[in-house]
């Protein structure tokens, strides 16, 4: 069969005219391409030589509606890629999909359930095979029920939730947390700051807020753990709760040293929040690691790279993105599964963001 023996379509080109110009019917078309059933080699060779030269491409989603499954996984995600533990966390799910044949359709959801349920009823309607998801802040999962799920597997990273029960993969953030003003306090700082990110507050407040999400709970209950073994007193804790935005964020570190007796050291709850500290830090002509102290949750490479760098508790994310895929293809291979909560353990990484107060070059002012 040459090309210019080929008289192509003027429309897209379907499986019936592959079978014609192949001469084979179409039952016999659909399965030489789709590699099922009993075909020789001599037909599949020609079908697929008709179907090159006519620019042929199968229909993926109604083959997957014939066969049961589309290869396809879908991940609903928080919105803001830009932070060090989503951009990682996707990029390792992607890649260990690609690794079993799988594609991954992302979408996000502002930290808003109404979204997030409408994301995945989209995603369930492409016809995806599991489900990987973060959920969102506010109470209200039963979208997230077997029931309405449609049977599809769902594998849950970063957060936890109770009800529904499912699998999902954290971590330790309380130990990585307590750890971390543990070492603060080895260090001399007794008058520490803590600045945390949460979803249900707008603007900046003292109070914790009554809802937080697990990994946020988590780290202000290590943060708290580790100040009362060490025995820190309350009013030497600076506690600010503040919505995820620059300008908040940015407000809540003015406050924090604007105190009477401000605290020595700040705590963020993530990255938005330490480069906050640094941005302000930056503007008063403060030094990090001498005028003021960070230590932050989650590592990332400008971390490391800036002078000084970051102390931080690193989250093994790579593995989280890998193991989310792996216990989600597992459940979609074989149904029932039993449910697992999967809690990994963080690292300090000490840099030098933490003064040691106790040497005489550093002075608590």
């Not at 040459?2 to 084979?24: F, M, N, Q």
């Not at 369930?124 to 802040?137: A, F, M, N, T, Y």
């Not at 008063?284 to 932050?296: E, N």
Request: net charge negative; charged share 25%; glycine share 6%.
């Amino acid at each position: 069969m040459r090309d210019d023996d080929v008289t192509k379509p003027s429309h897209l080109p379907t499986i019936v005219d592959v079978a014609a110009e192949a001469g084979v019917s179409r039952a016999t078309a659909s399965r030489a391409l789709g590699r099922y059933g009993r075909t020789s080699a001599s037909t599949i060779a020609r079908v697929e030589q008709a179907a090159d030269v006519l620019g042929y491409r199968p229909n993926e989603l109604a083959r997957a509606m014939r066969v049961g499954v589309t290869k396809t996984i879908g991940l609903v995600i928080i919105a803001d890629f830009t932070n060090a533990f989503f951009d990682r966390a996707t990029k390792a799910i992607v890649d260990e999909a690609k690794l079993h044949g799988y594609q991954v359709l992302i979408t996000n959801t502002d930290e808003e359930t109404a979204i997030e349920r409408q994301a995945i009823e989209t995603l369930l309607e492409k016809q995806v095979d599991g489900l990987i998801v973060v959920p969102s802040l506010s109470a209200g999962y039963e979208h997230l029920k077997p029931a309405q799920l449609g049977g599809r597997p769902i594998v849950l990273i970063d957060r936890r939730l109770d009800d529904p029960p499912l699998t999902s993969i954290t971590t330790d953030d309380f130990a990585g947390t307590r750890e971390a003003v543990r070492h603060a306090i080895s260090l001399g700082h007794k008058r520490l700051g803590f600045l945390i990110s949460a979803s249900s507050v707008e603007g900046v407040t003292d109070q914790r807020p009554t809802h937080l999400i697990s990994t946020v709970l988590d780290r202000t209950e290590g943060f708290l753990q580790g100040a009362s073994d060490a025995g820190i007193r309350r009013n030497s804790q600076h506690w600010i709760f503040c919505e995820d935005k620059p300008k908040s964020s940015e407000a809540a570190v003015a406050s924090l040293l604007d105190r009477p007796n401000p605290p020595t050291i700040i705590f963020t709850s993530n990255n938005d929040m330490a480069l906050a500290v640094l941005k302000v830090a930056g503007n008063r002509r403060l030094t990090i690691g001498r005028d003021i102290s960070l230590v932050t949750v989650d590592d990332s490479q400008w971390a490391a790279a800036i002078v000084p760098g970051i102390t931080v508790v690193a989250r093994p994310v790579e593995e989280i993105g890998q193991l989310a895929v792996t216990k989600l293809l597992a459940e979609i291979a074989e149904p029932g599964q039993p449910i697992e909560v999967v809690v990994l353990p963080t690292e300090l990484i000490t840099r030098d963001s933490v003064a040691n107060l106790y040497l005489q070059d550093y002075r608590v002012s």
